[in-house]
């Protein structure tokens, strides 16, 4: 009699099947449209090629493009496609790694010859060849010596050097389509026929592995759709995102740039220091409302504080390191310990908790520099750091007030924050029913704010759960911004932190990391590309142009300007013997605000003529109104 198993389907529904039914199969049964869009499967919680068997009950999700692990499928078949593309068209091409990112797929590649952009064209061609042949994408378990001996057979020496590191009794699994075989865990879609439409957009150098010791390897970049409509609407974000780049804007609109004799460290212009500034005081401001102290806690500091914290033996590579009077320090990657000095210059008690202790310090972390991207991924780091040091029963009250200040901060620039709690890892230390009761009160933070969350099962700290938060820009980019995480191991105990409890007996306290912002230079970063350089007035470098139209003007054009300084309003004059229209033009680039035409009605009667960036002309204002008006839209921190 044929063996029966359930599957359990995404809206609750039990199917009953054959054992050995494969995903794709059970696809066809449920409809034609689903078996059409396939990509790969779920099964209780792994994803999985489609036509693997099922064998036991379980629960079964078909995933399509529309789906994020159905979206890394494509892609990571679509980087084989290419590799096999590359492999027909080179000869004794040599393979490092290949996966799915963000947004499309890479694959790492030693060829004889740098690739040129016809060579791109010539591999997109072969592509579209091998998806139009339809063919299967094969997995096969293999042996570590039979994957040993392929690779040396093909003399390809980075998949030897990924094999050689697998540890004995690992699983190895090969995939094949058509007569490219590649190293690969998978899954893979179904078949090739499955990726449509390919565009390859560029080639960057990436050194083997990341280090700067290692071969260069050329890192091949595309994206593959399954519609037309998609691939082009991701051509036109690409444009647009070019279009923002912060690199550019920044050097374009004189904020910051970047120099080859401080890798990862941005020079700060007056212009981009302005903002700086504006959001570190706007940051400030909320801390004095909500109850923190501002320290400062040294940048250099000798090993035995990192040996203490844990950060030598698990952070070590991503610092810097150096020896003075014979004595080993490292550069400060993180705040987080010091403040554990500022907690014990004497005996707490627990009415002097919580103790919210922030401060806005200069990090160092030793980022490879292939890594190292703009704004982005930096050596040097500005964080606005806190750690509030609290008894276990506040801390539901103190989650709350973080929650409060993230969604009032990030809803200034109208930014919707997404949440995702963290939970207990396999490796995690402290006493379980601490653990449960901060996990508890993170969810209960959350769900008392109305909160809808995301749940990321396993991925808080070993030393506690942690709040993850996420915010998408104007081209729907998610970016991780702030956080907030609970530690009972790391600071309290490995710092041995005590306060006297109201029983006269020394007790444990909880520490809380939180980052609202995160690093400066990157939120900054984002800012410009989300706003393309159109900073809300409160934050733009010059908020008013003042445009005489004739040299006639100039003398009025100077007194507005001298009341606009008068009332803090950011602001600068273009006496220059320049057509207006040249004047406007250049306050436009510059993506000034709001610009003031001065001729000589405007003279005669005492008001201006006001411009709007992007908007055009808005009309004549005394210079009392505009003012108001300016002065309302700096202090509320309008944001258009």
């Not at 078949?77 to 990112?101: C, D, N, R």
């Not at 963290?422 to 006493?431: F, L, Q």
């Not at 803090?568 to 220059?576: F, M, N, Q, S, T």
């Amino acid at each position: 009699m044929e063996e029966r198993i359930k599957v359990k389907l995404p809206d609750g529904s039990i199917l009953e099947v054959a054992k050995g039914t494969t995903p794709l199969q059970i696809a066809e049964m449920l409809s034609k449209r689903l078996f059409k869009e396939a990509v790969a499967a779920k099964v209780d919680g792994v994803v999985v090629d489609l036509t693997r068997p099922l064998e036991n009950d379980c629960e079964l999700k078909i995933l399509t493009f529309e789906d994020p692990e159905g979206r890394e499928v494509f892609w990571h078949s679509s980087a084989h496609l290419m590799a096999h593309a590359i492999e027909e068209l080179f000869p004794g091409a040599k393979f490092g790694v290949g996966p799915p990112i963000e947004d499309g797929f890479y694959y790492d590649v030693d060829v004889d010859r740098p690739l040129t952009p016809e060579d791109l064209q010539k591999i997109e061609e072969k592509m579209t060849e091998l998806a139009q042949r339809d063919e299967p994408y094969v997995r096969k378990v293999v042996t570590k010596e039979e994957a040993l001996e392929f690779f040396k057979r093909k003399g390809d020496p980075y998949k030897i050097e990924i094999i050689e590191q697998i540890e004995d009794g690992d699983t190895i699994t090969f995939y094949s389509e058509g007569t490219f075989t590649d190293l690969c865990r998978g899954p893979h879609l179904p078949s090739t026929g499955k990726i449509k439409y390919v565009k390859l957009l560029n080639v960057a150098g990436a050194y083997w592995r990341g280090d700067p010791k290692n071969k260069m390897l050329q890192r091949v970049y595309g994206v593959a759709y399954p519609k037309k409509e998609l691939l082009e609407e991701h051509l036109r974000r690409l444009e647009e995102a070019r279009k923002r780049d912060h690199r550019r804007l920044g050097k374009e609109l004189e904020l910051f740039v970047f120099h080859d004799i401080a890798p990862g460290a941005p020079f700060w212009l007056p212009k981009g220091m302005i903002i700086f500034r504006e959001l570190e005081k706007f940051i400030r401001e909320e801390l004095d409302k909500r109850g923190y102290e501002e320290i400062s806690t040294p940048i250099l500091v000798k090993k035995d504080l990192w040996e203490r914290s844990g950060h030598w033996e698990h952070y070590k590579e991503n610092m810097f390191v150096l020896e003075v009077e014979n004595e080993v320090y490292s550069l400060k990657p993180m705040n987080c310990p010091e403040s554990t000095y500022v907690y014990k210059m004497r005996t707490r008690s627990y009415r002097d908790l919580p103790l919210r202790l922030a401060e806005i310090g200069r990090l160092h972390r030793n980022e490879i520099s292939g890594a190292l991207g703009g704004m982005f991924r930096v050596r040097q780091i500005t964080m606005d750091d806190a750690h509030i040091y609290c008894r276990p029963d506040q801390i539901l009250n103190e989650i709350n007030e973080l929650i409060d200040f993230i969604n009032y901060v990030y809803g200034i620039f109208k930014f919707e924050p997404a949440y995702y709690l963290s939970t207990k890892p396999d490796n995690a230390m402290g006493d379980p029913a601490l653990w449960e009761q901060a996990e508890q009160a993170l969810k209960m933070a959350l769900e008392q704010n109305g909160i809808k969350y995301g749940l990321k099962e396993k991925e808080g700290a070993f030393y506690g759960p942690k709040i993850d938060v996420q915010i998408k820009d104007a081209l729907g980019r998610d970016w991780q911004v702030a956080t907030i995480q609970l530690d009972f191991v790391m600071l309290p105990e490995r710092f041995d932190l005590t306060y006297i409890d109201a029983d006269g007996q020394p007790k444990r306290p909880v520490a809380i990391h939180r980052a609202i912002f995160g690093s400066f230079e990157r939120f900054v970063g984002i800012l410009t590309e989300h706003f393309a350089g159109n900073f809300p007035v409160w934050l733009a470098p010059v908020q008013v142009a003042v445009l005489p139209i004739t040299d006639a003007q100039n003398d009025y054009a100077v007194e507005i300007y001298q009341k606009l300084k008068e009332m803090k309003v950011r602001a600068e004059i273009d006496l220059r013997n320049e057509k207006i229209t040249y004047k406007i033009r250049e306050a436009e680039t510059k993506k000034i605000p709001y610009m003031l035409v001065i001729g000589e009605r405007e003279k005669t009667n005492r008001n201006v003529s006001v411009r709007r960036h992007g908007k055009g002309d808005l009309g004549v204002f005394d210079l009392e109104s505009f003012i108001s008006r300016i002065k309302f839209e700096i202090e509320t921190k309008t944001v258009d």
